[in-house]
């Protein structure tokens, strides 16, 4: 089978399942793994297929939404390094809010064992970071927890943001942009991050580079709601203007 012939195979098997995955597709084939990621290179540069992680999916979906394994290994390193710049913005023995998301359970999971806090969270990977950390208050956010992210979401979490008022949020996003704001696959989610952006006095995004220029179903708000964005140096300096211009600092750490 030529190139062309197998490629548009791999894009008949992606429309018709959702995504595929390089291993399949090269057992699928009898070809390498290497061959399998150029062929889904080609077509991602065609505008047909978005890689991720370990695979691809169609163009266009913006009800994708990564499981939280993908989410935990993608971008390790600027997730890492995102984290470490986030520390400086934690409220000195404040109160600051934990949104869902693997880049913010990576703060959690990096704030130094002598820091004084309470910290609201309603996700559970996050709570379980910081359920032996001796100097921070948690306060577990409940509600109806989505199997895909482990985040608590529904009327009860809605209520609980509704009830208080935090130093700081440290939200997530699935895409970001100046001109689509931020967004996530998940209404549900999206109206809890949007409840815990309105509890908070100061609104940090912490978001990896790969994101920006993402659209995904449900929008939770503007660029111009985020005081600060933390991301990594993936992000041009024309990008990180462009968003600094609607109000919103920058760092890429």
Known sequence: MYAPERQQEILRL?????????????????????????????????????RVHGGAIPAGRLDFEPDLAERESTAADEKDRIAKAALAELPSGGTTILDAGSTVARLAGAIPLDAQLTVVTHSLPTAARLADHPGIQLHL?????????????????????????????FIAANGFSADHGLTTPDLAE?????????????????????????????????????????????LSP???????????????A
């Open 238 to 252: 024309e990008d990180a203007t462009a968003i600094e211009r609607g109000g919103t600092e920058v760092v890429r």
């Open 14 to 50: 992606a429309r018709d399942g959702g995504r595929v995955d390089v291993v399949s597709l090269a057992e699928e084939f009898q070809v390498t793994a290497e061959t399998i990621r150029r062929d889904l290179k080609a077509l991602d540069r065609a505008g047909l297929l978005r």
């Open 141 to 169: 956010v409940g509600g109806r927890v989505r199997h895909r992210t482990r985040a608590a979401v529904d009327a009860w979490a809605l209520r609980a943001y509704g009830e208080i008022r935090a130093d700081v949020v």
């Open 190 to 234: 999206a109206a809890v991050k949007r409840a815990a952006i309105r509890a908070a006095r100061r609104v940090v995004l912490l978001a990896d580079s790969s994101k920006h220029g993402q659209e995904h179903f449900a929008r939770f708000g503007n660029i111009g709601d985020v005081d600060l964005l933390i991301t990594d140096s993936g």
